[in-house]
């Protein structure tokens, strides 16, 4: 795997002391490989900048309760709402392409769009909570 990602140009040989260690983890689906850096000698040295993602916690947070407003349910007739989610999933096409022209790549299993619920860094995000995702209460609990 990394001879061929050298050979593609995503990772080249250095000597470098900014240079980061990696292992190998299998994926969840049993059978792929995942390449893990190591970069807590980089995060050492580096000087933060405000462009950085934060914490865990606190970027899960920026997720809790900015679904849409989840009362459509309860509107007895709104003429406007095909409108509406045309034009919304207009935008998130928007995100996306801009997202892919930056050079973002997207997994379809991991992709999540219009829903209720979901998993963010370890926390499960809904309109209503914030709250750690249940297979990791396990693991700390157990």
Request: net charge neutral.
């Amino acid at each position: 795997m990394i001879k061929q990602k050298t050979e593609a140009g995503v990772y080249e040989p250095s000597n470098s002391s900014y240079r980061s260690q990696w292992f190998m983890v299998l994926k969840k689906d049993g059978e792929s490989l995942c390449i893990v850096h190591s970069l807590e000698p980089l995060n050492k040295v580096t000087i933060a900048h405000s462009g950085l993602l934060p914490a865990t916690e606190e970027l899960a947070s920026h997720f809790a309760g900015h679904a849409c407003d989840g009362g459509y349910e309860v509107i007895p007739e709104n003429p406007g709402i095909r409108r509406f989610v045309w034009e919304h999933m207009q935008n998130v096409n928007c995100v996306l392409q801009q997202i892919k022209y930056a050079g973002g790549t997207f997994s379809g299993k991991k992709s999540v769009v219009c829903a209720d619920e979901i998993v963010v860094v370890g926390h499960r995000c809904s309109y209503q909570e914030q709250k750690p995702e249940t297979k990791r209460l396990a693991i700390v609990m157990g």
